[in-house]
T-cell receptor
């Protein structure tokens, strides 16, 4: 059982380039989330999806987009990367509302934008 | 605004007990989570409190006082593997999680 996988593990990206971070879960969880984690700050929610076919904006959505075509996959796209998007990105999922249920996290993607 | 406060860093000795505090000010309250995060790894779930009182789970216990906007995580019989960051997160009235910045716990032999 893999749980949640993320790809790539790390990436160095030139500013202005487009990048998609991949996230796949095999737990059949309805809800999925994308967070970014920066030193000295708490996890910040970028986008979320309560069920396949629906998405919502979190605390810091600007510059990011997501899609949820099926239950398992929840890719995060940076349309035109900027240095302030340098961060560690975590994908997570939960069986039901994430505010009331344990969230399971992927291993993270370390992204550096130069 | 919404705010979660935790100490930035704490140091404790192997075999001892440590208490990590979390205070919160949020728009509504629907529960409080504690997660553990080892350096370079993903957060993992430790506990969830929605009612006042103490929840015990092995060496770890979590306490909640809703009237005071306060929680603590108590770690007993500390082991070197407990060196990690401990994240407090509160569910607000919109059922969204608000995360604290985390407390880095350093265990010394």
């Amino acid at each position: 059982i893999a749980g949640i996988t993320q790809a790539p593990t790390s990436q160095i990206l030139a500013a202005g380039r487009r990048m998609t971070l991949r996230c796949t879960q095999d737990m059949r969880h309805n809800a999925m989330y994308w967070y970014r984690q920066d030193l000295g700050l708490g996890l910040r929610l970028i986008h979320y999806s309560n069920t396949a076919g629906t998405t919502g904006k979190g605390e810091v959505p600007d510059g990011y987009s997501v899609s949820r075509a099926n239950t398992d996959d929840f890719p995060l796209t940076l349309a035109s990367a900027v240095p302030s998007q340098t961060s560690v990105y975590f994908c997570a999922s939960s069986d039901g509302a994430g505010g009331l249920n344990e969230q399971f996290f992927g291993p993270g993607t370390r992204l550096t934008v130069l | 605004g919404q705010n979660i406060d935790q100490p930035t860093e704490m140091t404790a000795t192997e075999g001892a007990i440590v208490q990590i505090n979390c205070t919160y000010q949020t728009s509504g309250f629907n529960g409080l989570f504690w997660y553990q995060q080892h350096a370079g790894e993903a957060p993992t779930f430790l506990s969830y409190n929605v009612l006042d009182g103490l929840e015990e789970k092995g060496r770890f216990s979590s306490f909640l006082s809703r009237s005071k906007g306060y929680s603590y995580l108590l770690l007993k019989e500390l082991q070197m593997k407990d060196s990690a960051s401990y994240l407090c997160a509160v569910t607000d009235s919109n059922y969204q999680l608000i995360w604290g910045a985390g407390t880095k716990l350093i265990i010394k032999p």
